[in-house]
């Protein structure tokens, strides 16, 4: 009985070449789903340690900063009769007042008085004025690695805004509706986002590693394997004692279907 005829071991046979008319390969996903499932130890491993890893790198490299934020209402009026014309125009104003914030002027005016060691670029990097939909405030929010700082400068801007508005724009002074306080939780890293970041690294990375592994691997596993690929039955299974090489791969070689010499 030939080589082609009878396979004998339960091995790591190569797959062979077939034709993709006859027999194409697909992707099995449950197979797949059960290669994960017996690695399922270093998978988790992989990802315990990227989260340690993450955890580690935002706890002793990663600089917290705070954020401090102050209010400024647009519309300030020394009688109490406010129409509709006044609430438009305040609307309409909001969009200049936070273009003023960005001005080099007001700028070295809040570096000045707080003896800041800040360019106009990095100080108006760390500034952002956002306007509330349908409202007339402006929050004033400055963010930087010192609480303290940072509540002081977002306080010095309202300051220094209010009065350069009323000056050059000749209008009332804007109100400050709400002064910042010191922060006492950093608003960045996120350190819960990014230990979940980390290990949702670690299990893909290890997850695709082992994925990629077993799409490319062309060996037989199991008899069912044989049949699957050759379409050829299995007659017997001979079990190797431990330490012991396959016999096809002492003798040099063995011819599979397809003309494939193993």
Not at 19 to 24: R, T, Y
Not at 70 to 81: E, P
Not at 239 to 248: I, N, T, V
């Amino acid at each position: 009985m030939s080589d082609n005829q009878m396979l004998r071991k339960e091995g790591n046979l190569p797959r062979p070449d077939t034709d993709p008319e006859v027999n194409e390969e697909t992707i099995d996903l449950l197979e797949l789903f059960y290669v994960l499932l017996s690695k399922w130890k270093q998978i988790a491993a992989a990802t315990v340690a990227c989260a340690l890893i993450a955890a580690v790198a935002v706890v002793f490299f990663v600089t917290p900063k705070y954020q401090a934020s102050s209010t400024i209402y647009v519309i300030s009026r020394k009688d109490s009769a406010i129409n509709i014309s006044d609430l438009q125009i305040g609307s309409a104003l909001t969009d200049d007042y936070i273009q003023v914030f960005h001005l080099w002027e007001v700028q070295e005016q809040v570096i000045s008085e707080l003896d800041l060691p800040y360019t106009y670029e990095q100080l108006d990097s760390m500034l952002s004025v956002s306007n509330a939909s349908n409202t007339r405030m402006l929050k004033i929010s400055v963010t930087s690695e010192d609480p303290q700082e940072a509540a002081d400068i977002a306080n010095k801007y309202a300051e220094v805004v209010r009065d350069y508005i009323a000056k050059k724009m000749a209008t009332d002074k804007p109100s400050i509706m709400s002064t910042a306080l010191v922060p006492t939780a950093p608003v960045s890293p996120n350190k819960t986002r990014t230990v979940m970041l980390g290990a949702m690294l670690g299990f893909v990375v290890c997850a695709g590693v082992f994925v990629l592994l077993a799409l490319m691997d062309d060996t037989y596993k199991t008899t069912d394997d044989i049949k699957k690929y050759t379409g050829l039955v299995t007659l017997a299974v001979i079990p190797l004692e431990k330490g012991e090489e396959p016999k096809h791969q002492k003798e040099g070689g063995l011819k599979l279907p397809g003309g494939k010499t193993l």
